[in-house]
């Protein structure tokens, strides 16, 4: 039985995500905004919810993010960019991971393997983007990716056997994507959540840093 931190837990993937971690016997700690106050663009919410939840964790989950906020859509074109939309995905997609990411050496264990892992998105990858559009989401998403990456290394020295990681869960029938489906292939939530539970219970110290799709793939940055 794995000890298990789900940050985001009321949300689509967050929601799965604990459903499929209990289903198979898991410990599961969630935290949300509806269901806990939990914030994670406020750092004293962040310090006061995760100094409360015990630990360590074999895996910690931030599930939390939002492709529309307050009623801002994405950008077709640099030319409807919004300042204050903008700094709005950073502070959700960029700045709350890695206020979670500046409390996980706390949540981890030093004696064995975990994980901690950011949902990110394959649109935040700078080698992958070849349509353009989306400025302010992509770009938050890439800034988290180099949280992640920054703070695998900080981890490393004091967690060796920790891995680290940015995960791309694929397009997943939500609330958060229903708008954006289209044509593009999707899968329901409790299905993306165990493809990517497959992925982190396959993951080592080795993988850290990296950022992987839902099927284990490398994600180029």
Known sequence: MKQILILGASGGIGAAMVAACRARGDQVTGLSRSGDGFDITD????????????????????????????????????????????????????????????????????????????????????????????????????????????????????????????????TVQTPFTEKYLGRHPSVPAAEAADNLLQVMDGLTARDTGQFFDWAGKQVPW
């Open 43 to 170: 750092e004293a919410s962040v310090a006061q919810h995760l100094a409360a939840t015990g630990g360590p964790f074999d895996l910690v989950l931030v599930a939390t993010g939002a492709l529309e906020i307050a009623g801002a859509v994405p950008e077709k074109t640099i030319k409807g960019l919004s300042a204050s939309a903008m700094l709005d995905q950073f502070a959700l997609n960029t700045v709350g991971p890695a206020l979670a990411l500046s409390h996980a050496a706390r949540l981890l264990p030093k004696d064995r393997a975990a994980v901690f892992a950011v949902l990110s998105a394959r649109v935040g990858s700078i080698g992958d983007n070849a349509i353009g559009g989306w400025i302010s989401y992509r770009s938050a998403k890439a800034g988290v990716n180099q949280v992640v990456r920054t703070a695998a290394i900080e981890l490393a020295r004091s967690h060796p056997q920790t891995a680290c990681v940015a995960l791309h869960p694929g």
